[in-house]
């Protein structure tokens, strides 16, 4: 049974950075491939970032401009969301997905398993 675990969340003043982390268990993380999808507050959820079971392909929400970053440690059965220059619009709950589809892994209908969430909450 795959299962997914965030953390890293937290409260940021805009302008600032997090990084979130998603540990894997219960199959071999390098089957996955693996996004970062956000829900906020009367939104529908919102694929962030996704990057393929290698790391060498990523894909990013264009609303991001540049600001996040998806990387992955395959050793560590880890992916993880660098996020800078937080905009209170960035606000919601973070959860990490995990999918064995090759392709179309930057849509959320793609996704198989998902973690619970953490909460990111950025003031002005």
């Known amino acids: 049974q795959v299962q997914l675990v965030e953390s890293g969340g937290g409260s940021e003043q805009a302008g600032g950075s997090l990084r979130l982390s998603c540990v894997m268990s219960g199959d071999i993380f390098s089957y996955y491939a693996m996004g970062w999808i956000r829900q906020a507050s009367g939104k529908e959820r919102e694929v962030v970032a996704a990057i393929s079971w290698s790391g060498g392909s990523t894909s990013y929400a264009d609303s991001l401009k540049g600001r996040f970053t998806i990387s992955r440690d395959n050793a560590k059965n880890t992916v993880y969301l660098q996020m800078h220059s937080l905009q209170p619009e960035d606000t919601a709950v973070y959860s990490c997905?995990?999918?064995?589809?090759?392709?179309?892994?930057?849509?959320?209908?793609?996704?198989?398993?998902w973690g619970q969430g953490t909460q990111v909450t950025v003031s002005s």
């Open positions: 997905a995990a999918t064995t589809t090759v392709y179309d892994f930057d849509k959320i209908y793609s996704y198989h398993y």
